[in-house]
């Protein structure tokens, strides 16, 4: 499966974005959809995942209640809502695929997308 992340961009502490992770390849609805982010001089790291029909989900601590996951597989596409922004979560944000269940391990992601930067000023 191909990926493609977009809707990175800058905003003001406590805006939002929308992240969109487009997907293609045949079987590309059957992945279960991770994002990561990656700030300067620091590991990637797991932000939220969502299975492939959409009816599970999982966040970091860090955004619980601020970010939200969804998925439109009629348009191969996983969104991931950024609310209530803060000048921390400023990072290049990748989506990346599994066909492992409920895992947040970047090992367990087989393909991965360009990345999309977000840069949220105080």
């Known amino acids: 499966v191909q990926l493609q992340a977009s809707g990175g961009g800058l905003v003001q502490a406590g805006g939002s974005l929308r992240l969109s992770c487009a997907s293609s390849g045949r079987t590309s609805s059957s992945y279960a959809i991770g994002w990561f982010r990656q700030a300067p001089g620091k590991e990637r790291e797991f932000v939220a995942g969502?299975?492939?029909?959409?009816?599970?989900?999982a966040f970091v601590n860090s955004v619980k209640g601020r970010f939200t996951i969804s998925r439109d597989n009629a348009k191969d596409t996983v969104y991931l809502h950024l609310n209530s922004l803060k000048p921390e979560d400023t990072a290049v944000y990748y989506c990346?695929?599994?066909?492992?269940?409920?895992?947040?391990?970047?090992?367990?992601?087989?393909?991965w997308g360009q990345g999309t930067e977000v840069t949220v000023s105080s």
């Open positions: 990346a695929a599994t066909v492992i269940p409920a895992t947040s391990e970047v090992s367990n992601f087989d393909s």
């Open positions: 969502i299975s492939w029909s959409g009816g599970s989900t």
